[in-house]
């Protein structure tokens, strides 16, 4: 299994551009989420997803719209980046089973916008 | 808003000494996960411990729940140089299985050889 992709790995834009980083899973797990992470700020919860077709938002979902049309991607789409969109986005999967409870997470794109 | 809030916020320990790290958090919870990121790496789950636990063991990593005071704390027994990373705590508050986990802030370790 190669558990959580995401793509790229880096990625520079200029203020205004839009982009989609994705994320896939093939451990067939129901949810998905994604993250940021800044200096200093921990994890924060941008966007989630509890199955196909059903999207929530997290903490911080401005400028960020996300899709699930199958269980395995969960791509997140920047609509205008902005400067204070720098940030290292995560994307985590894990598994409805009660039992369960830890999040699989991604390796990471590293965002830069200029 | 951080619903964990991990002490201390960096910590240096020698190699073989036990690390002990402290989580706080403010609401109920169904479970607290303590996850390790590698510099430049996503996060790997460590451990979980529910809400109906007072302390669970795996391996070398001992965790502690208190709910009456809302804290958590990790210990690492007998480290090693390996175990440098940043440790995060993270409370699920759903009813279900988790979908979403409240990061707290993180705690750096480094453990010298």
């Known amino acids: 299994n190669a558990g959580v992709t995401q793509t790229p790995k880096f990625q520079v834009l200029k203020t205004g551009q839009s982009m989609t980083l994705q994320c896939a899973q093939d451990m067939n797990h129901e949810y998905m989420s994604w993250y940021r992470q800044d200096p200093g700020m921990g994890l924060r919860l941008i966007h989630y997803?509890?199955?196909?077709?059903?999207?929530d938002q997290g903490e911080v979902p401005n400028g960020y719209n996300v899709s699930r049309s199958t269980t395995e991607d969960f791509p997140l789409r920047l609509l205008s980046a902005a400067p204070s969109q720098t940030s290292v986005y995560f994307c985590?999967?894990?598994?409805?089973?009660?039992?369960?409870?830890?999040?699989?997470f991604g390796p990471g794109t590293r965002l830069t916008v200029l | 808003s951080q619903q964990g809030e991990e002490d201390p916020q960096a910590l240096s320990i020698q190699e073989g000494e036990n690390a002990t790290m402290n989580c706080s958090y403010k609401t109920s919870i169904n479970n607290l996960q303590w996850y390790r990121q590698n510099s430049g790496r996503g996060l790997v789950h460590l451990i979980l411990?529910?809400?109906?636990?007072r302390e669970k063991h795996s391996g070398r990593l001992r965790v502690t729940l208190d709910t009456s005071k809302k804290s958590s704390s990790l210990l690492i027994t007998a480290s090693r140089a390996a175990d440098t990373a940043s440790y995060f705590c993270a409370t699920d508050r759903s009813t279900g299985a988790n979908s979403k986990l409240t990061f707290g802030k993180g705690i750096t370790l480094s453990v010298r050889p």
């Open positions: 411990i529910r809400s109906n636990e």
């Open positions: 985590a999967s894990s598994s409805r089973d009660a039992t369960q409870g830890a999040q699989y």
């Open positions: 997803s509890v199955g196909a077709g059903i999207t």
